[in-house]
Nanobody, 127 residues
């Protein structure tokens, strides 16, 4: 059974850090695009970052460049999103998503470029 499980969300003060995890089961992350999206109530789901597991290329939306880092741990079949210098506007539910692909990420990321989704994890940045 294919499954993605996010963890690592929580409440953090502005300027703080969190590391989100996306653990995959039922498949290995070879030749996949793995994306992180976020969504706030009343808005569309926004693509935040993507990693291409075939070549390691990474992509970021402009608002998180220099603050967020996406990475992959092959041994744990897990993708991470390290979030530093967090801002209140980063508050959202964060989702990871996956789709098998020989060609890696499509950028900007769109939700219909992915067919497996996690359940989401809440990130709240507030003092």
């Amino acid at each position: 059974q294919v499954q993605l499980v996010e963890s690592g969300g929580g409440l953090v003060q502005p300027g703080g850090s969190l590391r989100l995890s996306c653990a995959a089961s039922g498949f290995t992350l070879d030749y996949y695009r793995i994306g992180w999206f976020r969504q706030v109530p009343g808005k569309e789901r926004e693509g935040v970052s993507c990693i291409s597991t075939s070549d390691g290329n990474t992509y970021y939306t402009d608002s998180v460049k220099g603050r967020f880092t996406i990475s992959r741990d092959n041994a744990k079949n897990t993708v991470y999103l390290q979030m530093n210098s967090l801002k209140p506007e980063d508050t959202a539910v964060y989702y990871c998503a996956a789709r098998s692909s020989w060609f890696g990420c499509k950028w900007p990321a769109r939700t219909n470029d992915y067919n497996f989704w996690g359940q989401g994890t809440q990130v709240t940045v507030s003092s």
